[in-house]
């Protein structure tokens, strides 16, 4: 039941948002989110609700959808950060853009509490849709072209990922007799050995897109130049977790056995897209792109995490999708102010502007020193569990990854100085309004909250690993 | 006889109709009302014979089952939709409505045919209206539109016609619902007989290669026009190749279904391909619906029951997006009739709701869940699936990617701030037209969120394999 | 039996084109002066008005359906009640037609 008011309150919300004026359009979506907000936490402490009813009868398709460990905090991180995007995004965007903005929280609350494998993948789809019209109508000088090639690259990846889902059904009805899209009984599928590589990859590519991992990113660095900052801090804190989601919810069951079989290979692969992104944001020039490639970075460690199978990195990953999703939003929201005081993006040597806006400095050093995965901060933790996942059986993408961090320190504290230190060659800016500390404040203390408490979550998460980590168990002790 | 009331109240009121038109010149749409009524009692009373048994009518030569029964909704509904698009203009001349019934009462025939020579009439019965309606405005394009369309037409009637006599040679029947008893002596005549048929048909649903003329009509003739050729026709001439390949070529798939599997690849990468380029919305229609026909032929290639619900599905949510879609461009177009790409300029903003309508209906021809057109998708896939055809499988995704640019370029003028154009500003809403989109808008909506009634109706409408035992 | 295809499409091939490739050829003059039956023609040559063919195509409609009629008539005992409904319904039509075409003034030369 509980259900039905998260995913009715944004969408109903939208509608009654692109009913009222335009003037009141912020305040209203704003008032929704939070509603949605109390909803989640009224989730949080009541009973673990699930909702299942029939919905294609014909197919075995039903409309289920479970807030287990690893889905209830990517769902709470959605509620909070599309709050706090409604709070950061200028009211003179229109009711429009409001309405695409709920509509968005929509489709990612069903996109994580989705266990159905159809309806996964409609609100998998359904993502893309309000995001490409969000670039289109509302952003830079190029965001058109943004928009297309986030729409028809993601598309490129979904759809094939789309015959991996019938695949998938139709081999399970052959198998039993029956349909069903219910991720948790098309374990133990009997695929030909034949299809087995092209149905994984269909997949993992679909996967690797939406993250991105590399080398799928090529619709990154505009649709995150591009977009308002608001938007560039949803898509990149909470969409990007869809793909590294993606692996957990549904890879995981299904793939177990090739997800074994291939895991050499895979680690090789996000290595590769972990040091990629890490040397690319040391040598960009605009701030909005160090960002970008750290997330990328990042992204490649949480995937690091999972392929590693282990409980420990799997858990570490479930982990850092939370924490990378407040960080990294937090980050690209406090950019998007410096944008808006300096009027460009690009950062050139130092340029002081901590003199004369202090706040805005403390925020955006801290937001960066967890991103960098300060001791303390969540970064640090779940960075921590991934490598020690990785530890036992291979030592040699645990030491990538640790040098990785290294890096991550380098690109953060370049970028904090580059922007806020030195003797300030460019006019100072103001500093923080009152409002934007009111949304930055619940952000940075949720961070702290999550670093110094993250069994709050793993203790949560690691239930709903139970079937990964009974697997890796399976695999002889491996763990 | 019971069975044929729904086409008897048609051509009743499309007589009628033009009596009307004839007798009362003065009485405003009133052509129009009388031929509506006969469309919805049609469609009622088609609708009352859900529960009927296959059989076979008429000394063989037509076949009632679900499966026309449904053929017999879609039409009327793309009728009635084109009916209500062209209602109040009077530059279409006041013939339009009985013109429009006679050509979906030939729409109704071809769902129904179980002889060749019922195809033949049934697609005669569907063109000739139309290379009149083509023309309707009297316009230079008009003219040229209905010309082209004539004289291709009448080249594949005369292949079609070559086609079937060429099957009665082989089998000498004509009733192809017993070709599978028949098993023909002469095959090499039946092969070449099935070719020709085959090719007739493609002409009349615009498979590529014999697609050419579609952009060009469709640019040519009235908006309303163009909406029943594109829903309408497409729905007769799939109808009737489904049948005549499931009934008449039953136990012979391994020839006909690679072939069908090739072009139907084939067009729907080049129909939406091509479609990508253009800044004709009517053109681009035009292509959009040559790649729709490829995804319609995946349900027949698969040749499965399965496949033959699924292409029976997909033409609802098809229909119902070209509704919406076709139903936006009357709007803009108003006493014109050419919309480009440019004239979309700033809809979102001036036209908030006219706009979000052309955005559900490209979405919906796109494929983009909780629209009509996803479900239909993938329950093609599925389908593909089944019948072990990855090749098709992909096809539709490619031929769905590369859809995507055409789709989106629409939908992206939309949101240019710069400068609103003048048709959208000038734009007046009629009452008809909101019907119509209201209908697409619903539908298209409806299906995509809760498709299983739909899904549970078609289920039943295609278990009509029973009848190729002859 | 492909011998013998090739066969007939080379004698048709021949038969199309061997006297256009052989034979002499002296355009101009009187070859461009229009032919009926060897009578020179009296008035100049253009288009006939479209009038005619209006007329031409309703005579020919109306002509073809009422010879139809007339199998009908004569078989009237074997085709009984059954028959003698449907020709009436086919009459019918063909009235309502001839109304149309009254009524739009399709009758009138101008």
């Known amino acids: 039941m509980l259900w039905i008011f998260l995913l009715g309150i944004p969408l109903v919300g939208a509608f009654v948002t692109l009913a009222v004026s335009n003037g009141v359009a912020k305040v209203t979506a704003e008032v929704i989110a939070g509603i949605e907000v109390l909803a989640f936490i009224a989730f949080l402490v009541g009973p673990r609700a699930t909702l299942d009813l029939s919905w294609i009868p014909a197919w075995g398709i039903r409309f289920h959808l479970t807030a287990d460990g690893l889905a209830l905090f990517l769902l709470g991180l959605t509620a909070v950060m599309s709050l706090v995007a409604i709070f950061a995004s200028k009211a003179d965007y229109g009711r429009t853009y409001f309405f695409w903005v709920l509509f968005l929280e929509f489709a990612s609350m069903g996109l994580f509490g989705a266990v159905d494998l159809f309806l996964f993948y409609v609100f998998w789809e359904l993502v893309l849709i309000p995001v490409f019209f969000l670039l289109t109508g509302w952003s830079g000088a190029r965001g058109r072209l943004a928009a297309l090639k986030w729409l028809i690259m993601n598309l490129f990846g979904s759809l094939f990922m789309l015959i991996g889902v019938v695949a998938v059904a139709v081999i399970y009805q052959q198998n039993t007799g029956h349909f069903s899209f219910e991720i948790a009984s098309l374990t133990h599928l009997a695929i030909s050995p034949a299809a087995q590589p092209w149905i994984f990859g269909s997949f993992a590519l679909a996967f690797a897109i939406k993250a991105p991992l590399w080398p799928f990113h090529g619709w990154m660095p505009d649709a995150y130049g591009e977009a308002p900052p608001p938007i560039t801090s949803l898509v990149a804190g909470v969409l990007s977790k869809a793909g590294v989601f993606g692996f957990l919810r549904v890879m995981l069951p299904i793939f177990a056995p090739e997800l074994a079989r291939y895991q050499t290979g895979l680690l090789i692969w996000v290595a590769v897209g972990l040091v990629y992104g890490a040397f690319m944001a040391v040598r960009q020039r605009d701030m909005k792109m160090v960002t970008a490639y750290a997330s990328l970075s990042h992204l490649s460690m949480i995937a690091l995490g999972i392929f590693s199978l282990t409980a420990a990195g799997i858990v570490g990953a479930t982990f850092l999708m939370v924490a990378h999703g407040l960080m990294v939003g937090g980050l690209f929201l406090i950019l998007g102010v410096v944008e808006e005081r300096i009027g460009h993006r690009e950062f050139n040597g130092v340029m002081g502007l901590n003199q004369g806006a202090p706040r805005l400095a403390t925020y955006f050093l801290f937001f960066a020193l967890a991103a960098l995965g300060l001791p303390g901060l969540p970064g640090f933790a779940g960075e921590y569990m991934i490598i020690q996942g990785l530890v036992a059986h291979e030592v040699v993408f645990a030491g990538i990854a640790g040098f990785v961090l290294v890096v991550a320190a380098w690109y953060m504290l370049r970028l904090f100085q580059g922007i806020m230190q030195g003797r300030p060659n460019a006019p100072a800016v103001a500093d923080l309004s009152r409002g934007q500390v009111a949304w930055l404040v619940p952000m940075a203390l949720l961070i702290v909250v999550i670093g110094v408490w993250p069994a709050g979550i793993t203790s949560q998460a690691v239930p709903s690993l139970f079937h990964a980590v009974h697997f890796v168990a399976d695999r002889g002790g491996k763990n | 006889m019971g069975y044929l009331i729904p086409e008897v109240l048609l051509a009743g009121g499309a007589l009628l109709a033009l009596l009307a038109v004839a007798m009362l010149p003065n009485a405003k749409n009133l052509g129009s009302w009388i031929v509506l009524l006969a469309m919805l009692a049609a469609g009622v009373d088609a609708a009352s014979m859900w529960g009927v048994t296959a059989k076979l009518i008429m000394s063989d030569t037509m076949a009632i089952d679900k499966y026309s029964i449904l053929v017999t909704e879609f039409v009327l509904l793309a009728g009635a939709s084109s009916l209500l698009l062209a209602w109040n203009a009077d530059r279409f001349g006041a013939e339009l409505p009985p013109l429009m019934a006679i050509s979906v009462l030939g729409m109704m025939t071809l769902g129904t045919a179980a002889n060749l020579m019922v195809v033949f009439v049934g697609i005669e019965l569907l063109s000739l209206p139309l290379y009149i309606l083509a023309a309707s405005t009297r316009t230079r394009a008009g003219g040229e539109a209905a010309l082209k369309y004539l004289l291709l037409g009448a080249f594949s009637s005369g292949i079609l016609l070559f086609g079937m006599a060429l099957l009665y040679g082989a089998t000498s029947s004509l009733t192809f619902v017993v070709y599978p008893a028949i098993t023909a002596a002469n095959t090499w005549l039946l092969w070449s007989g099935l070719g020709l048929v085959l090719v007739g048909i493609a002409f009349k649903l615009a498979i590529v290669p014999f697609h050419m003329w579609v952009p060009d009509v469709y640019e040519g003739s009235p908006t309303p026009v163009t909406h029943l050729m594109a829903f309408g026709t497409k729905v007769g001439a799939a109808i009737i190749l489904l049948r005549l390949l499931a009934f008449g070529f039953y136990g012979q798939d391994g020839s006909w279904g690679t072939l069908i599997g090739y072009l139907a690849v084939l067009t729907m990468i080049v129909g939406n391909l091509l479609a990508v380029p253009q800044l004709n919305l009517k053109r681009l229609l035009g292509y959009s619906g040559i790649g729709h026909a490829g995804f319609l032929l995946v349900g027949i290639a698969t040749h499965s029951v399965d496949g033959a619900n699924a292409m029976m599905f997909y033409l609802l949510p098809y229909g119902l997006a070209a509704m919406a879609v076709f139903g936006v461009l009357r709007l803009i177009e108003g006493q014109g009739d050419e919309v480009t790409l440019s004239d979309l300029r700033g809809m979102a903003y001036r036209r908030p709701w006219l706009a979000a309508v052309l955005i559900v209906g490209m979405l919906s021809f796109a494929g983009i869940p909780l629209t009509g057109g996803f479900v239909g998708k993938f329950f093609l896939l599925q389908a593909a699936l089944f019948a072990s055809q990855p090749g098709l499988a992909v096809g539709i995704v490619v031929g769905t990617l590369v859809g995507l640019f055409a789709y989106l370029r629409p939908l992206q003028m939309l949101f240019q701030r710069t400068e609103v154009s003048a048709k959208v500003q000038h734009l007046r809403w009629s009452v008809a037209g909101a019907v119509v989109l209201g209908v697409a808008v619903v539908g298209t909506i409806g299906i995509g969120v809760y498709p299983a009634p739909l899904v549970h109706i078609v289920s039943q409408s295609a278990n009509f394999y029973w009848l190729t035992g002859g | ?110």
Do not use: C
Not at chain 3, 8 to 30: N, T, W, Y
Not at chain 3, 56 to 61: D, E, K, N
Not at chain 3, 73 to 83: F, P, Q, Y
């Open chain 3, 1 to 110: 039996m492909l011998i013998y295809l090739i066969v007939s499409l080379l004698v048709v091939l021949q038969m199309s084109f061997a006297s256009d490739i052989m034979g002499p050829k002296a355009p101009g003059g009187l070859k461009k002066v229009t032919y009926e039956s060897g009578i020179v023609p009296e008035a100049p040559v253009g288009y006939f008005s479209v009038r005619f063919y209006r007329v031409a195509m309703l005579f020919m409609i109306f002509d073809v359906v009422i010879m139809a009629l007339y199998p009908w008539a004569t078989s009237l005992h074997v085709l009984k009640a059954h028959g003698f409904y449907n020709g009436l319904a086919f009459f019918a039509i063909v009235v309502v037609a001839f109304l149309y075409v009254w009524r739009k003034g399709g009758f009138q030369w101008h």
